[in-house]
């Protein structure tokens, strides 16, 4: 049973890029939620989708953006990319309507700006 | 709005000693508490989390959690700390009741064991 993958593993870009980033959910889980890891900090929480639509969304400007796709796999993607951007990116996937909902996550992208 | 605390940026504990790592949270309902440690260059892996019943929860490597609903407070604790232990910790937080329903976590706590 595969766990949750992302890819690539490591992105150089430069400002004002666009990047995207994808991530395949743990079987048997519908919801996948993107997180932000600066250095030094926890995960900030970008937004989560569920069914193909985006249902909930952190602090965060509209130049980050996805997409969840009917096999319920997910594309985070970034416009106009600032030095600031540059962090670990995770996703996690959980299983929506469940009690719990415990989030189980990727290995992350590690994406840096130049 | 939800909040989760960790005190400690870093906790040092010797190899054979019980272990803690402090968290504290603020929600307006009840809430679903979560343990995550991440190893270096990895994602964050799940250990254990409260949703309710027992306030002493186990879980995974032999980590357990205690819910103090009046302290609001979910440490970490392990017995016996083991120098793979030795991660980073996140405490995060749910309110499910809130119609704002994400999950927020701590800024982490570096735990070393030292053998």
């Known amino acids: 049973d595969a766990g949750v993958t992302q890819s690539p593993t490591h992105l150089i870009k430069t400002r004002g890029q666009q990047v995207t980033l994808r991530c395949s959910p743990k079987?048997?889980?519908?919801?996948v939620s993107w997180y932000q890891q600066a250095l030094g900090q926890g995960p900030q929480f970008i937004f989560q989708?569920?069914?193909?639509?985006?249902?909930q969304r952190g602090n965060f400007p509209d130049r980050f953006s996805g997409h969840q796709f009917p096999n319920y796999s997910s594309e985070l993607n970034v416009n106009a990319l600032l030095l600031g951007d540059s962090a670990l990116y995770l996703c996690a996937s959980s299983a929506r309507g469940t009690a719990q909902e415990t989030q189980y996550f990727g290995p992350g992208t590690r994406l840096l700006v130049l | 709005a939800q909040s989760v605390a960790q005190p400690e940026d870093q906790v040092n504990v010797a190899e054979g000693n019980p272990l803690t790592v402090k968290c504290t949270y603020s929600?307006?309902?009840?809430?679903?508490l979560f343990w995550y440690v991440q190893y270096p260059n990895r994602g964050l892996q799940f250990l254990l989390k409260?949703?309710?019943?027992?306030?002493l929860v186990k879980g995974s490597y032999g980590f357990e959690a205690e819910f103090n609903k009046s302290q609001t407070s979910f440490h970490l604790k392990k017995p016996s700390a083991l120098v793979s232990d030795s991660a980073l910790y996140f405490c995060?937080?749910?309110?499910?009741?809130?119609?704002?329903?994400?999950?927020?976590f701590g800024k982490g706590t570096r735990l070393h064991i030292l053998p």
């Open positions: 995060a937080v749910r309110d499910p009741g809130n119609r704002d329903d994400k999950i927020i």
């Open positions: 409260y949703i309710t019943g027992d306030n």
């Open positions: 929600v307006s309902g009840n809430p679903y």
């Open positions: 079987s048997g889980h519908d919801t």
């Open positions: 989708y569920y069914e193909e639509e985006e249902r």
